[in-house]
Nanobody
Framework: QVHLTESGGGLVQAGSSLRLSCAAS????????MGWFRQAPGKERELVAG????????HYVDSIAGRFLISRDNSANTMYLQMNDLRPEDTAVYYC??????????????WGQGTQVIVSS
């Protein structure tokens, strides 16, 4: 089973940018559709972006479309989320996961620690 480690979060001002990374070890990263989820305080965890195994198809929720870009480097077993024009409502813990791209749901048995993003106004 693939082990995923998120990094790159931080405290930034509104309008700033961050790039999150998801490093994979073990498993079959190159064959897995992947996604970024986030969970804000008091809210359910939600999928914000997904990418197919070879990177040819991506999906974004409306709230981040045009601001965030998901990508992956299969040679480095790493997935990224470039976040631009951050807003206070983007504040959340961000997680990566193997996903079922057809259903846009997590296909992982467990979650990592995630990486915290805090956007101040």
């Amino acid at each position: 089973q693939v082990h995923l480690t998120e990094s790159g979060g931080g405290l930034v001002q509104a309008g700033s940018s961050l790039r999150l990374s998801c490093a994979a070890s073990g498993g079959t990263f190159k064959s897995d559709d992947m996604g970024w989820f986030r969970q804000a305080p008091g809210k359910e965890r939600e999928l914000v972006a997904g990418i197919t195994s070879n990177g040819d198809i991506t999906h974004y929720v409306d709230s981040i479309a045009g601001r965030f870009l998901i990508s992956r480097d299969n040679s480095a077993n790493t997935m990224y989320l470039q976040m631009n024009d951050l807003r206070p409502e983007d504040t959340a813990v961000y997680y990566c996961s193997v996903i079922n791209f057809d259903r846009l749901t997590s296909a992982s048995a467990s979650w990592g620690q995630g990486t915290q993003v805090i956007v101040s106004s």
